[in-house]
């Protein structure tokens, strides 16, 4: 898992209410993203980090905040959970390899969020 | 836009057999594709990465093949066994090495 880890594993929440998920990684990686996996759907990007305090949108970003104050961290906040926002959050890192641009993506365990 | 498509979405084998799993892509502007496998209920588990220099890459069993030019990559998996039995995604890195997925190929060895 490359030192990932993801925090709840699980978790069910009331629409409206703001969430929190959690991504730590060991290595101090500079590259951290969150995706969305769902059916019909596959893997999206929600918003990425390239840095400490730089981050930036992806392809499904409305609803969604992040933040990022040190290296190991990254945060994904749903400001009002929705019903849509029923999903499972993938946390990845992008680790580069010898030889120019080249990298390699390691993912957590996954984060399963129930909006009712 | 990068799009990924992989082909078939669903594929049943027996137990055995050699198989192959088709991914493609609409930009060849690749830094590299990568292949993972998904468990049920489980995270993305890194396979392979080939790089765009690269024409092959083996580990065990697997062979993930990348043309470039045509826009194209194949995994082939060797003498299939039923813990082979997951979902098998490409994608391929965009700027700040972005992720585009395809939606994955449904693989189920039938011992």
């Known amino acids: 898992d490359a030192g990932i880890t993801q925090s709840p594993r699980h978790k069910v929440t009331e629409t409206g209410t703001p969430v929190t998920l959690r991504c730590h990684q060991t290595?101090?990686?500079?590259?951290m993203y969150w995706y969305r996996q769902d059916p019909g759907h596959g893997l999206r990007l929600i918003h990425y980090s390239y840095g400490v305090k730089d981050t930036d949108k992806g392809e499904v970003s409305d609803g969604y905040s992040v933040s990022r104050s040190k290296t190991e961290d990254f945060l994904l906040t749903l400001e009002s959970a929705t019903s849509s926002q029923t999903s499972v959050y993938f946390c990845?890192?992008?680790?580069?390899?010898?030889?120019?641009?080249?990298?390699?993506?390691?993912f957590g365990q996954g984060t399963r969020l129930t909006v009712v | 836009k990068q799009e990924v498509t992989q082909i078939p979405a669903a594929l049943s084998v027996p137990e055995g057999e050699n198989l192959v799993l088709n991914c493609s892509f609409t930009?060849?502007?690749?830094?590299?594709l990568q292949w993972f496998r998904q468990d049920p209920g489980k995270g993305l588990t890194s396979l392979l990465l080939i790089q765009s220099s690269q024409r092959e890459q083996t580990s065990g069993r697997l062979n993930a093949s990348l043309d470039k030019s045509s826009g194209r990559s194949t995994l082939y998996i060797a003498a299939s066994q039923p813990g082979d039995s997951a979902t098998y995604l490409c994608?391929?890195?965009?700027?700040?090495?972005?992720?585009?997925f395809g939606k994955g190929t449904l693989l189920t060895v039938n011992p």
């Open positions: 990845a890192i992008s680790v580069r390899r010898t030889g120019g641009g080249n990298t390699e993506a390691f």
């Open positions: 290595e101090n990686h500079r590259y």
């Open positions: 930009d060849s502007a690749i830094y590299n």
């Open positions: 994608a391929v890195p965009g700027s700040n090495y972005k992720l585009t």
